[in-house]
T-cell receptor
Framework: SQQGEEDPQALSIQEGENATMNCSYKTSINNLQWYRQNSGRGLVHLILIRSNEREKHSGRLRVTLDTSKKSSSLLITASRAADTASYFCATDVHQFYFGTGTSLTVIP | GAVVSQHPSWVICKSGTSVKIECRSLDFQATTMFWYRQFPKQSLMLMATSNEGSKATYEQGVEKDKFLINHASLTLSTLTVTSAHPEDSSFYIC??????????????FGPGTRLTVL
């Protein structure tokens, strides 16, 4: 089964604004991770949140997890042009399934 | 769809030996492949980007002399863990980009290789 479906598929904002992306999954998890990918580059791990956590912060990133709704959100505050990338979520399945991601464009 | 295989799927070796892991794109040509490692219950960590016909680009903190990457053809990249030690025990996963599709940035993941160093 597919794990990790992100929405929206594309998001375009002005520099300085906040960007929120959502992720939904289907089965029980131990943890959920968010990654970013710049075009043609590898996935870079951003943050991991465990199933017993509801919110986690890392710099300008804030991740929430709602296990009852099987969903997570990634908030990037005070966005910068360098945040332009695709963002993916993934759960702790043995074989990684990534959704199509959210393509974020931050306009300077 | 694009299929990526890895060989072996698991390997156990003695400390001090070298282990080679292969990553193959079965039905497409991959100019770019990526190598990740994953510790138990942790996230994927990008180790290096493997480009066909050129030297790999390593992420900060990854020893290039320890983890040798060779991308000699458009369908094969190899990762050699040299002089392996128990702390190298991990799950190694490769992925490949298929530039011939509508989604050239989509990564196709291999099934992973479980390395255990005794």
């Amino acid at each position: 089964s597919q794990q990790g479906e992100e929405d929206p598929q594309a998001l375009s904002i002005q520099e300085g604004e906040n960007a929120t992306m959502n992720c939904s999954y289907k089965t029980s998890i131990n943890n959920l991770q968010w990654y970013r990918q710049n075009s043609g580059r590898g996935l870079v791990h951003l943050i991991l949140i465990r199933s017993n956590e509801r919110e986690k912060h890392s710099g300008r990133l804030r991740v929430t997890l709602d296990t009852s709704k099987k969903s997570s959100s990634l908030l990037i505050t005070a966005s910068r042009a360098a945040d332009t990338a695709s963002y993916f979520c993934a759960t702790d399945v043995h074989q990684f399934y990534f959704g199509t991601g959210t393509s974020l464009t931050v306009i300077p | 769809g694009a299929v990526v295989s890895q060989h072996p799927s698991w390997v156990i070796c003695k400390s001090g030996t070298s282990v080679k892991i292969e990553c193959r794109s079965l039905d497409f040509q991959a100019t770019t492949m990526f190598w990740y490692r994953q510790f138990p219950k942790q996230s994927l960590m990008l180790m290096a980007t493997s480009n066909e016909g050129s030297k790999a680009t390593y992420e900060q903190g990854v020893e290039k002399d320890k983890f040798l990457i060779n991308h000699a053809s458009l369908t094969l990249s190899t990762l050699t863990v040299t002089s392996a030690h128990p702390e190298d025990s991990s799950f190694y996963i490769c992925s490949a980009l298929d530039p011939g599709t509508r989604s050239p940035d989509t990564q196709y993941f291999g099934p992973g290789t479980r390395l255990t160093v005794l």
